[in-house]
């Protein structure tokens, strides 16, 4: 029993998605009581080799030593798990494939329910729940949500009726923004991964986030995807200069070696300025069509017990810049609507908030069954 | 290998040779492409899969994720693969990605970044190289295996370029055909009146009623 005195509920995650290996333990929905992602734990010392960055070998071989982490740091055996979920989409088919196997395989011989999570959801839901101290009744007081997913291989954008109705408002068309930081660092000959490299850059003193005059995506006057090749090719030419004729060689006029440091910030800076700047416009059109689209339901029901939204959920790895941090906090207060963005240990890939999401699929829809399969697309 | 070369000078000639490009492709085929940074592969991919019947607005850049697939109208796949993040050196690389479950013979694969595998891969497949000529305009040089050049293209191929002449795939036998060819956008005077055959043979036919501004094409 909790200090609530209902009992818990355990729900063992399961994260295969994409290149980390994550296994977690969370009780009733919030209480995130172990979280392992396997980048940050030392198997490269258990295994006495090179652990490769992608693949399900990889993730076949870390995943029951994560496994066995997560339920150690929670102090709690296999006997004590009440569900198990897993991150079935979107993904990698061959990776989701580990997690989903694993997953069926304890729900099966634990004879414990097994629940399949949307990833994008799950990584709402972690903006939602908080960081474990608020009670159940203060997270659902944050819907209905505008929900963002920025990361490495995700931009979207979802109205957010409570934590399992969810509907996709819109997506990016070509590149995810997480991957034009790591690109444009690539222009920019910083380390890997990008996105930290670029943040710091751009927030050198002297920093000119308008030396470069870089295209904002907006698509079509009413259109919530997004869009940021464009961005991409534009900074690449900011960067290299013009293609020489092929007589010459090929290539380009010059790299980023020729760049001074205050010239790559300034890129740095202006790239981030422009990126930024295209999901408040978003977020913006989001929170303005969906103002509109309350009122003419109030118009045809005027007591219809439909709410506007109470807040902006922010999740994926993107939200650790400091840049969209600081926009999106300064939108959330001229709207007057609430934000959440979860701690870093929340914000990327990670299997609590697969456990954490699980927990309502469960109670509102109940358990998925061994037909369970691995889904390469996400769901609405 | 047969090579034929194209220079799309906007968006609306890249759509033009991706519909021809579609012609050609048949289930079980594999196309690599290369190109740097911004060069237009997602976009190539983007059109060519509006070709093949998908829409065009969920084929995103696969290069976190590795792998993207969509249905095709006709019960086939349509595989979207980035080696972007691929190192190409484990020969057990492309198995532990799960290629023999990605491709297969019902599927149609293209992979960005695909020089970071093409050491690994033994099957036959086409290559198209994309080359930055200046911010608009870009280079295709598209070398296909010999035998997809005796390919028909479906029923309903492509409309020909809307203006200049400029390298193209002959639309009966699929060779590639110079501006300055006797018989272009044709192969040869047989590849010409064959063409003209099938239309007589009702094998084109065109699928929506003729308006007026169909009559002045080719004046």
């Keep these: ?113 097994l629940v399949g999570v949307d990833h994008l959801h799950a990584h709402l839901y972690a903006a939602a729940m908080g960081d474990g101290s608020d009670d159940e009744a203060t997270i659902a007081a944050r819907y209905p949500a505008l929900g963002l997913v920025v990361s490495g291989g995700h931009t979207a954008l979802y109205h957010c009726a409570s934590p399992t109705q969810t509907r996709r408002l819109g997506a990016t068309i070509d590149d995810a923004v997480g991957e034009a930081f790591d690109k444009v660092a690539a222009i920019l000959g910083l380390p890997h991964p990008g996105g930290p490299a670029i943040d710091a850059l751009a927030a050198e003193d002297g920093a000119d986030d308008r030396a470069f005059d870089l295209p904002i995506s907006r698509l079509d006057r009413d259109s919530l995807d997004f869009s940021y090749s464009g961005l991409k090719t534009a900074v690449l030419y900011a960067v290299r200069g013009n293609p020489r004729p092929r007589d010459r060689g090929g290539g380009f006029d010059r790299d980023h070696r020729d760049l001074s440091h205050a010239q790559k910030r300034d890129v740095a800076a202006s790239f981030q300025r422009a990126a930024c700047r295209a999901i408040i416009i978003k ?83 109940g358990p998925a069954d061994l037909t369970l399969t691995a889904v390469p697309t996400t769901g609405a | 290998m047969p090579r034929s ?12 040779l991706s519909r021809r490009l579609a012609d050609l492709l048949r289930p079980g085929d594999l196309v690599l492409l290369d190109g740097p940074l911004g060069a237009g592969k997602t976009t190539l991919i983007r059109l060519l899969a509006e070709a093949l019947g998908v829409d065009p607005r969920v084929v995103a850049s696969p290069t976190f994720v590795i792998a993207h697939e969509h249905p095709l109208p006709a019960g086939t796949r349509l595989v979207h693969i980035d080696a972007y993040r691929l190192g190409g050196h484990e020969p057990e690389e492309l198995e532990l990605l799960g290629w023999d479950h990605l491709t297969g013979p019902d599927a149609i694969v293209l992979v960005e970044w695909g020089e970071r595998i093409a050491g690994l891969i033994t099957r036959e497949h086409a290559t198209i190289t ?76 065109v699928g929506r009623p003729i308006e007026e501004a169909d009559l002045d094409q080719g004046q």
Aim: aromatic share 6%; net charge negative; charged share 20%.
């Design chain 2, 5 to 16: 070369e194209a220079l799309c000078t906007n968006l609306a000639d890249t759509a033009t």
């Design chain 1, 283 to 365: 977020l913006e059109r989001a929170l303005d069509e969906l103002a509109r689209s309350e009122s003419d339901e109030r118009k045809i029901a005027p007591h219809s017990d439909q709410r506007g939204v109470r807040s902006l959920l922010v999740g994926g790895g993107v939200s650790a810049n400091a840049r969209l941090r600081r926009e999106i906090t300064a939108l959330g207060r001229a709207r007057r609507i609430d934000v959440y963005m979860p701690p870093m240990s929340l914000c990327v890939d990670n299997a609590a908030m697969i456990a954490a999401l699980a927990h309502h699929q469960l109670t509102t829809h």
């Design chain 2, 130 to 205: 994309i080359e930055h000529v200046d911010e608009h305009s870009r280079r295709f040089t598209i070398d296909l295996p010999e035998d997809w050049a005796s390919r028909r293209p479906a029923i309903g191929a492509a409309p020909p370029a809307a203006a200049g002449l400029r390298p193209t795939l002959c639309p009966v036998t699929g060779q590639p055909v110079s501006p300055d060819a006797p018989h272009y956008p044709f192969s040869s005077e047989r590849a010409k009146w064959a063409d003209l055959y099938r239309w007589f043979s009702e094998s084109y036919v």
């Design chain 1, 1 to 113: 029993m909790d200090e609530t005195g209902d009992f818990a509920l355990l729900i063992l995650g399961i994260e295969t998605s994409c290149d980390e290996t994550a296994a977690a333990v969370v009780s009733d929905a919030r209480r995130v009581l172990s979280n392992v992602v396997a980048s940050q734990f030392d198997l490269h010392a258990e295994y006495g080799g090179v652990v490769p960055e992608i693949a399900s070998r990889a993730h076949a071989e870390r995943i029951r030593p994560i496994i066995d982490a997560a339920l150690a740091q929670a102090g709690l055996t296999f006997a004590d798990l009440d569900a198990v979920a897993v991150g079935h989409r979107p993904g990698l088919i061959g990776s989701l494939l580990v997690g989903v196997a694993a997953a069926k395989a304890l729900a099966w011989s634990l004879a414990i329910p």
